[in-house]
């Protein structure tokens, strides 16, 4: 069974920089895609980013793009998101996800549920 563990997150201000990991074990890593996600103001879940653990390919959500930056260690079944310029509304408790790959990054990200979640880390930007 996948087991995954949220890192990295924390108090900063306006503007600063965080930088989460997410490391997994209990599963073929080439397989999957891992996402990061947030809780959403309404009902389900944010979408943040996503990636494919086979051949690396991401996706961001329009409200991080430019910002934020996924990437992943084969090697150390980690992945991580470099969070720059972070604003007021980023701050949420992050989750990390892993879904079997079954189509492209982007329509995963958004739409396909994820079986294996991580506790989730907050991240909190203030004032």
């Known amino acids: 069974q996948a087991h995954l563990v949220e890192s990295g997150g924390g108090s900063v201000q306006p503007g600063d920089t965080l930088n989460l990991s997410c490391t997994a074990s209990?599963?073929?890593?080439?397989?999957?895609?891992i996402g990061w996600f947030r809780r959403a103001r309404g009902p389900g879940r944010e979408d943040v980013s996503c990636i494919s653990m086979k051949d690396g390919i991401t996706y961001y959500s329009d409200r991080v793009k430019g910002r934020f930056t996924i990437s992943r260690d084969n090697a150390k079944n980690t992945m991580y998101l470099q969070m720059n310029n972070l604003k007021r509304e980023d701050t949420d408790v992050y989750f990390c996800a892993a879904a079997p790959l079954m189509s492209d990054v982007e329509t995963m990200c958004a739409r396909v549920e994820f079986g294996s979640w991580g506790q989730g880390t907050q991240v909190t930007v203030w004032p």
């Open positions: 209990g599963f073929t890593w080439d397989d999957y895609v």
